[in-house]
Nanobody, 115 residues
Framework: QVQLVESGGGTVQPGGSLRLSCAASRSIFSANAMAWYRQAPEKQRELVAIITSGDSTNYADSVKGRYTISRDIAENAVYLQMNSLKPEDTAVYYC?????????WGQGTQVTVSS
């Protein structure tokens, strides 16, 4: 069983920044991909950003240019740098790891953007 532990959530004003971290109990070097999802109240969980084993990245249109996903093999962690945050970014953010065919989730961290 792989454990993914998110941290770095909190409350920030519009226009502010946060950096989320995801620590994994299994080597992320061997992961097929690592991703961040989010789920806002009464909405479906959506993919925010993904980074593959080849370091290719992809982002939801709503966060392109504002969010950056990265991974640190030495730290065995994945990060999500979030800038220019908007109230509509408010959600629980989940780390997702894919060691095919298995798929693992963290418990989530709350991000609230409010003035």
């Amino acid at each position: 069983q792989v454990q993914l532990v998110e941290s770095g959530g909190g409350t920030v004003q519009p226009g502010g920044s946060l950096r989320l971290s995801c620590a994994a109990s299994r080597s992320i070097f061997s992961a097929n991909a690592m991703a961040w999802y989010r789920q806002a109240p009464e909405k479906q969980r959506e993919l925010v950003a993904i980074i593959t084993s080849g370091d290719s990245t992809n982002y939801a249109d709503s966060v392109k240019g504002r969010y950056t996903i990265s991974r640190d093999i030495a730290e065995n962690a994945v990060y999500l740098q979030m800038n220019s945050l908007k109230p509509e970014d408010t959600a629980v953010y989940y780390c997702n790891g894919r060691w095919y065919p298995q798929d693992y989730w963290g418990q989530g961290t709350q991000v609230t953007v409010s003035s």
